[in-house]
């Protein structure tokens, strides 16, 4: 074989493997933080799918009151202040705020997480309008109460910050 398909060869090579190196990852796995007594209470999972991001909990936390809880994409990247350097919603387009299949919603409106009576999370929900590379580096809120998907009642996106996760820790495919 002559000398130069050799280099060829290898050139392709390091293609390859650069390019699986820089693919951007389908999945994330967040680690959930109860606000008020900081312990770890879980995970959500977020996967990258045709059909838009599911974000799969696993949580845990006897704490948390039984029903549906607010959840959103918020636009901050820390959990300090008991959740409020969160910020506001993920809103990429100045919307408002609503049920995540309202197209006119926030980008980071989410459906209401649901716990059972044992405190346990593990009911995905799902958001056609993300990609991962929307929310990297952005944080998940879980709040107090139901999110009543409307900017016309006080308090509508669920009151109080009670869990925080940062979306960051990136695993494998
Ligand atoms: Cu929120
Ligand atoms: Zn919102």
């Known amino acids: 074989m002559p000398k130069y398909l050799y280099y060829v060869l290898s050139m392709i090579f390091v293609f390859f ?4 190196c820089q693919d951007t990852p389908k999945n994330i796995t967040a680690t959930v933080i109860n606000l008020s ?6 995970t959500i999972h977020i996967k990258e799918t045709k059909y838009g991001l599911i974000f799969q909990p696993s949580i845990t936390d006897p704490h948390i009151q039984q029903g549906l ?18 910020g506001k919603h993920f809103n990429k387009n100045k919307t408002i705020h609503a ?6 919603s926030h980008a980071g409106d989410l459906p209401n997480l649901y716990f059972d009576k044992n405190g346990h999370a593990n009911l995905p929900v799902l958001s056609n309008r993300l990609q991962l590379q929307d929310i990297q580096g952005k944080s998940l809120i879980i709040h107090d109460h ?9 308090g509508s996106g669920g009151g109080k910050r009670i869990a925080c996760a940062i979306i960051a820790q990136v695993t494998s495919i």
């Open 17 to 20: 493997s650069l390019s699986a």
């Open 37 to 42: 007594s900081k312990n770890v209470i879980g």
């Open 69 to 86: 809880h607010g959840f959103h994409v918020h636009m901050g990247s820390s959990c300090a202040q008991q959740g409020q350097a969160a």
């Open 99 to 104: 049920a995540n299949w309202y197209e006119e």
């Open 146 to 154: 139901t999110d009543s998907y409307t900017n016309h009642t006080h």
